[in-house]
Nanobody, 125 residues
Framework: QLQLVESGGGLVQPGGSLRLSCAAS????????IGWFRQAPGKEREAISC????????NYADPVQGRFIISRDNAKNTVYLQMNSLKPEDTAVYYC??????????????????WGQGTQVTVSS
């Protein structure tokens, strides 16, 4: 069965950067996509970004547009999230999950069956 494991979280100062990894154990379908989500204390889970495994098409939520970059390495079954210009508002547990693909584009707000355990990102001075 497919398993997803996030890593790379930690404590950084405002304006700093982190790169998160989502490593898959098992087979990822070529017609699938991986998305990144986050959940802060007392808030609902928020979709951040997603990328298709076949064509590498990506989408971003407005709060991270221009600051975060999603990428993938199909040979390694790994998806990355490069986070730049981090703000205190970015503090959350970050998760990766499989998401739907429609018309060759991933749908960041529609996760499917598989989730990682999450990795904590704290942005504070």
């Amino acid at each position: 069965q497919l398993q997803l494991v996030e890593s790379g979280g930690g404590l950084v100062q405002p304006g700093g950067s982190l790169r998160l990894s989502c490593a898959a154990s098992g087979f990822i379908l070529d017609a699938s996509a991986i998305g990144w989500f986050r959940q802060a204390p007392g808030k609902e889970r928020e979709a951040i970004s997603c990328i298709t495994m076949s064509g590498g098409r990506s989408n971003y939520a407005d709060p991270v547009q221009g600051r975060f970059i999603i990428s993938r390495d199909n040979a390694k079954n790994t998806v990355y999230l490069q986070m730049n210009s981090l703000k205190p508002e970015d503090t959350a547990v970050y998760y990766c999950a499989t998401v739907l693909v429609l018309g060759g584009t991933c749908i960041p707000d529609l996760p499917t069956d598989y989730w990682g355990q999450g990795t904590q990102v704290t942005v504070s001075s």
